[in-house]
């Protein structure tokens, strides 16, 4: 069998400063001794990742242990060191994503979902098609500021309020707003971790995601996206209700009775919407005025802490501490970083930009429609967090072989990866979330019964953002 000798990178030789190779072992050349030294480290590594994905996808162990697992094989076998994980792992990303935790934690609190929630649906004018479109879409709007799961955790009990009043299966409204909060979780930096790590890995602003080149970014593709395919999916649903216009109106009197906003503080919304304000526009800011990531996330939780404490309302700030410290999010990436550098370390992230470059022929616009469309399928069996931490070096070598802005690709890589999470209800875990809630409530979703209600939505979110992206950003 014939070795390739040159199948790793050469400048991989200055990450093995532990290893003699002048010593070698009788009878194996110095080179050869190389080569099994950098295969055997790819190998433990693609397991690794293998296992990983295995593992997550199969849900018996919880993601957190699954990471620190990982990460303990990878130091014990000298795949990476500890110097490696201090040096490469984004602190300043798992700060931001903490703080973001305790803020969502907050925005729960004060009751600024609830009291928006209740405004807007009170004007759908007694439509069911308007009710289904508006708290999907308004569980798309906030879940650009607020994490996907506490999104649906927020809306669950509204849907099925609305859903019990007007006599119809909450089923598919309730996935139909998952699978929104679930699209506009990347339209901004702050939704969703790998929109936050994406920010941190390209020194992208908030506004970076509205606008980026002059030209529309991720902000308007995930909410174009997210519109047709609510609009389209709402109108399936409706096609399968069959209710009287009474029974309906009746319904809507009744849910108009409920007061929603009782149970709301408005000075603790004023608060709450003032931080989240500032905090929007220092990240605006953030490469003017060099501020790091979590120092901006820390004024917003710092801010809203101190005016609690100043109303004497420990509980909320208790809360919020309780609740939003993830810690077991923060081990889970901590692990995840360290396999993606191990990606790049050992070579693997060339060798598969290398193949990418080679399938797209070179062609800017075949290349990132396979990063869409790869992305779409990978994202809807694993979670899109470890994918997208992974891609990233991979990301960075096919920009440098095509010589086009990595942001770009990066771009087709967060639309695949976003809008992909929505096929299965493993692919994300707001999904889960969603499926649970409804078996508590006597539903019981299966996985095909799932992609039936996914498929359409998902299609056409995926197809009409590939569009736009390659228009706006290749073809023009």
Request: net charge positive; with cysteine.
């Amino acid at each position: 069998m014939k070795v390739n000798l040159l199948i790793t990178p050469l400048n991989t030789l200055s990450y093995y400063p532990e290893i003699n190779f002048n010593i070698g072992l009788k009878g194996i050349p110095n080179n050869l001794l190389q080569y099994l030294v950098y295969e055997m480290y790819e190998i433990i590594v693609l397991l690794c990742f293998a296992i990983l994905i295995a593992l997550l996808i199969l849900g018996k162990i919880e993601r957190h242990w699954l990471s620190l697992a990982i990460l303990f094989v990878l130091i014990v076998t000298h795949t990476v060191n500890i110097n490696d994980v201090v040096l490469f792992v984004d602190w300043d990303v798992l700060g931001l994503i903490l703080a973001m935790s305790i803020l969502t934690i907050y925005l729960e609190e004060c009751g600024l979902m609830d009291m928006a929630s209740q405004f807007i649906l009170k004007h759908t004018s007694k439509s069911v098609f308007r009710t289904i479109f508006i708290s999907s879409f308004i569980a798309g709007l906030v879940s650009i500021f607020l994490e996907n799961v506490s999104v649906v955790l927020l809306f669950a009990p509204i849907v099925f309020r609305l859903c019990r009043a007007i006599g119809i299966n909450p089923v598919e409204p309730l996935i139909l707003m998952t699978l929104s909060a679930n699209i506009a979780g990347s339209a901004t930096m702050i939704g969703d971790p790998p929109a936050i790590i994406t920010a941190s890995a390209f020194k992208l602003t908030f506004i970076d995601f509205i606008i980026y080149d002059g030209k529309p970014s991720m902000f308007f593709f995930t909410l174009i996206s997210m519109i047709l395919a609510i609009a389209i999916s709402s109108w399936n649903v409706l096609k399968s209700i069959k209710n009287t216009k009474m029974g309906i109106v009746e319904g809507f009197n009744n849910y108009n009775q409920v007061n929603v906003m009782k149970g709301s503080n408005r000075s603790f919304v004023i608060e709450t919407t003032i931080f989240l304000l500032i905090k929007i526009v220092l990240l605006s800011i953030r490469n003017v005025i060099h501020i790091p990531l979590t120092i901006i996330a820390l004024i917003a939780v710092g801010g809203i802490s101190i005016a609690r404490l100043l109303h004497h309302d420990l509980q909320s700030i208790k809360n919020a501490v309780k609740h939003g410290f993830e810690w077991k999010l923060i081990i889970f990436l901590v692990g995840v970083f360290t396999l993606s550098y191990a990606f790049q370390k050992h070579g693997i992230a060339e060798r598969v930009g290398k193949t990418m470059y080679s399938l797209g022929m070179s062609s800017t616009l075949i290349v990132t429609s396979i990063i869409i469309w790869i992305s779409v399928a990978l994202s809807a069996v694993i979670d899109n967090v470890p994918y997208v931490v992974t891609m990233i070096p991979v990301i960075k070598t096919l920009s440098n072989m095509m010589s086009i802005d990595p942001v770009v690709l990066m771009w087709s890589l967060l639309l695949g990866t976003t809008l992909g999470g929505n096929l299965t209800y493993i692919g994300a875990s707001a999904n889960v979330t969603a499926v649970r809630i409804l078996e508590k409530q006597g539903y019981r979703v299966s996985f095909q019964k799932f992609i039936t209600i996914s498929l359409i939505y998902n299609t056409i979110a995926v197809v009409s953002a590939w569009i736009l992206f390659e228009f706006i950003y290749i073809i023009s």
